[in-house]
């Protein structure tokens, strides 16, 4: 079975500085999706960044950018100049890749990011 | 409408009663799921479905049931609602199985 671990339960950055939020996971599969969403204080949850584990290429949008270690099982986020509407909880999420898949996202258990003016 | 809608927003429910969550989407996506989030345990598959007519288990779904009669809708329904079901459900969809997945706004169900 899979997992998703997230080691930093709270976290806490200054406007404008860079942070980086970790997340490990257990597979066996070789074929993958990797995620990171958000979920700010409206509760909605909100896609930030996709990573195909075929890829070797590190996924960026904009100013959130992923560094994806597949030999470690390692898919950490970095969010660059972080903005006072970054205050959220941020999730981890994998999805196996193969037919016959419920498709379903095994989530980690979320990192509470605030940004401090 | 654009992308998923969700209701009620909240609902306070008797143990015991019978219950039916609301979600449609309009992108026209094939594949749809409800989840439900608890603290300190992130979201969790209650059931999903790959396309209309077809509906499967997730990691938890005891207690509920779901129905898929059309592309738009996927309804969620509690027979009996028990203490344990507290919780914020959100449906999400995707244009198939192993697809991105959008969420809904998700609904903040507390049974007594």
């Known amino acids: 079975a899979q997992t998703v671990t997230q080691s930093q339960p709270e976290m806490s950055v200054q406007e404008a500085e860079t942070v980086t939020l970790s997340c490990t996971y257990d597979?066996?599969?070789?074929?993958?999706?990797l995620f990171w969403y958000k979920q700010p204080p409206s509760r909605q949850m909100i896609l930030v960044i996709r990573?195909?584990?075929?890829?070797?290429q590190n996924a960026t949008e904009n100013r959130f950018s992923v560094n994806f270690q597949k030999a470690a099982k390692s898919f950490s986020l970095k969010i660059s100049d972080s903005q006072l509407g970054d205050t959220a909880m941020y999730f981890c999420a994998f999805m196996k890749n193969y037919g016959g898949s419920q498709g379903n996202l095994i989530f980690g258990k979320g990192t509470k990011l605030s940004v401090k003016p | 409408i654009a992308g998923i809608t969700q209701a009620p927003t909240s609902q306070i429910l008797a143990a015991g009663r019978r219950m039916t969550l609301r979600c449609t989407q309009d992108m026209r996506h094939n594949a749809m799921y409800w989840y439900r989030q608890d603290l300190g345990l992130g979201l969790r598959l209650i059931h999903y479905?790959?396309?209309?007519?077809?509906?499967g288990k997730g990691e938890v779904p005891d207690g509920y049931s779901v129905s898929r009669a059309n592309t738009d809708d996927f309804p969620l329904t509690l027979a009996s609602a028990v203490p344990s079901q507290t919780s914020v459900y959100f449906c999400?969809?995707?244009?198939?199985?192993?697809?991105?997945?959008?969420f809904g706004p998700g609904t903040r169900l507390t049974v007594l």
């Open positions: 999400a969809s995707s244009r198939g199985l192993g697809d991105t997945q959008y």
């Open positions: 479905s790959n396309t209309a007519g077809t509906t």
């Open positions: 597979t066996s599969e070789n074929n993958y999706y």
């Open positions: 990573q195909e584990a075929y890829k070797q």
